[in-house]
């Protein structure tokens, strides 16, 4: 029991003793590391300040240049001056109405292309509306077309009859509506009437009077006053042209009565003249 005792108390600053080798070894080890650093960044920081000292060689250098141009540059600014014979305040003028001459075409260029776009846009405007009017033309022309065919067919409806004078036959109108028609055709002139019994009446450029009318037969008699003189049209029927000649160089008018009223004591209908005839007076203001 004493023996391992008195070994183990051998044993320990063996122990100890290899530790603070190893301590050491290591502290060693860092301080060599720490050197070797120490060396690499002193390398770097000479390299450093080498290249620090021949960049500021090289700015000096730079400045004595540029000085020197500087120099050269007033110099040869001076010698132009001189040359052209120019002081400070002509170069600024000169310099300043340069400037004021290229905001000057700026403008008038500005001025130019709004122009340009304002006359595009009208000539597109111009274009749309030239457009329009001829979409317009041939609604226009569609219209004609229709309202002639249309025309064609309601005259080719209308009553041809010939006259109580001559042996050519007139289309004439039954009513209203026909007159109408016959006015929109244009071939002659037409003036309505309605002719009240035993009363002188003015239509067109003659003057016209019932006489009597009986409304059973479908018969009437009346009185043309044209030209001094007179025509008796006796014992005539509805819708029958009736025809005399009118005027210095007589043309042929005629009459067609359309219907009897007012128990037989008025008679409705129209005068039809050509359109050589002449006009009838106008009446007098006021009247």
């Known amino acids: 029991m004493s023996e391992e005792v008195n070994q183990a108390v051998d044993n320990v600053p063996r122990t100890y003793s290899g530790a603070l080798l190893a301590a050491i070894a290591v502290a060693l080890l860092f301080a060599l590391g720490g050197l070797i650093w120490c060396y690499v960044l002193g390398g770097r920081l000479s390299t450093q300040q080498t290249e620090l000292t021949e960049a500021k060689q090289q700015n000096v250098k730079l400045q004595a240049q540029l000085r020197e141009t500087d120099a050269r540059l007033e110099v040869a600014t ?6 052209l014979g120019l ?13 004021d001459r290229e905001q000057r075409n700026e403008a008038k260029a500005q001025q130019l292309a709004s122009a340009q776009k304002q006359t595009a846009q009208q000539v597109t405007a111009v274009s749309s509306a030239v457009s329009d009017v001829k979409t317009d033309v041939g609604g226009v022309k569609t219209d004609v077309a229709k309202t002639q065919s249309d025309l064609a067919a309601a005259v080719s409806q209308l009553t041809l009859m010939k006259g109580d004078l001559s042996s050519h036959a007139s289309l004439i109108a039954r009513n209203h509506d026909e007159l109408d028609i016959l006015k929109h055709k244009g071939d002659r002139n037409y003036y309505e009437f309605t002719l009240v019994k035993g009363e002188k009446k003015p239509v067109g450029t003659v003057s016209m ?3 009597k009318a009986d409304s059973k037969k479908s018969k009437f008699t009346m009185l043309v006053y044209s030209d001094d003189k007179q025509y008796e049209k006796k014992d005539r029927n ?7 000649y009118s005027g210095k160089d007589p043309v042929l008018f005629e009459v067609v009565v359309n219907s009897i009223g007012g128990k037989n004591s008025s008679i409705s209908g129209y005068l039809s003249t050509p359109k050589s005839a002449p006009a009838p007076a106008a009446a007098p203001t006021g009247q």
């Open 78 to 83: 001076d010698e132009l001056k001189t040359s």
């Open 87 to 99: 002081t400070q305040k002509q170069l600024d003028t000169r310099a300043q109405e340069i400037t």
């Open 209 to 211: 009077e019932l006489k």
């Open 238 to 244: 509805l819708n029958e042209p009736l025809q005399f």
